[in-house]
């Protein structure tokens, strides 16, 4: 049986239950010999984060310190220019040696795989896991949908060395997102119960996303 290695990259901008409660939940149904959780350090999709690549860091190695099999990795801060996939996808390749990899990305993540650096090589190198989000679910894009496995996910086809799918899969559905929790600081709402409580007495003590003043 191959080991098998995810990867869940993000911004984690902050870091939130739908996150950490997910990739727990995944561990608990697919026989991960581990997985790598990398905050990206220039996020090639979007505007830059709001917090330093340092606060992401420490907030995600507080929201995955009690997940077992989980590894906080600081490596796309280690290099120069934009985090692409494609790049630390090989690096981790070259590491891990007889593995399968497996890209773990939330849908609306997977969405936007088209406009992915490489993306054809990429889907050639590793398996994807797109984990479905209700509140933002995979686009009826016939583009999208053809890259998608016709076939159920199953543990046994995700074992198959030699085939190389991209899978939808359900986990209990969280409706957070690091928006909704930057928004609810914003407006003084509450965070508790979509964040870890060590992530949110970080994100206070620091006045990250003006939370001095409010939550
Ligand atoms: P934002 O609201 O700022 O866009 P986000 O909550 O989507 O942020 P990211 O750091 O961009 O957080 O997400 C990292 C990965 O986790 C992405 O692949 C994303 O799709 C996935 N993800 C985020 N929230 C959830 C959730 N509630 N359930 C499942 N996957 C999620």
Same mark, same amino acid.
């Given at each position: ?38 905050? !990206? ?25 009690? /997940? ?8 796309? !801060? ?25 890209? /773990?990305?939330?849908? +609306? ?13 990429? /889907? ?18 016939? !583009? ?15 074992? +198959? ?51 001095? !003043?409010?939550?």
């Amino acid at each position: 049986m191959p080991r098998l290695v995810g990867i869940f990259g993000g911004t984690f901008d902050p870091v939130h239950y739908g996150h950490s409660l997910t990739i727990a939940e995944l561990l608990n149904t697919i026989p991960f010999e581990k997985i790598l959780v990398i905050p !990206n350090s220039l996020p090639p999709h979007r505007e830059n984060s709001q917090a330093s690549f340092s606060h992401r860091y420490k907030m995600t190695s507080l929201a995955f310190r009690d /997940i077992e099999k989980t590894v906080v990795d600081n490596r796309e !801060n280690l290099r120069t220019g934009p985090s692409h996939a494609i790049e630390t996808v090989k690096q981790i390749i070259a590491e891990e040696g007889k593995t399968k990899v497996i890209l /773990i990305v939330g849908s +609306d993540s997977f969405d936007g795989i088209h406009s992915w650096y490489k993306w054809r090589e990429l /889907i050639s190198l590793v398996d994807f896991l797109i984990l479905k989000r209700l509140d933002m679910p995979l686009s009826k894009n016939k !583009n999208v949908q053809d890259l998608i496995s016709p076939t159920r996910f199953s543990e046994d086809l995700l074992l +198959d060395r030699k085939a190389k799918s991209i899978f939808e899969i359900e986990m209990t559905p969280l409706r957070i997102s690091s928006s909704l929790i930057r928004e609810n600081i914003a407006k003084g709402k509450s965070i508790d119960n979509l964040i870890n409580p060590l992530v949110k007495d970080y994100l206070k003590k620091h006045g990250l996303y003006g939370s001095k !003043n409010s939550t």
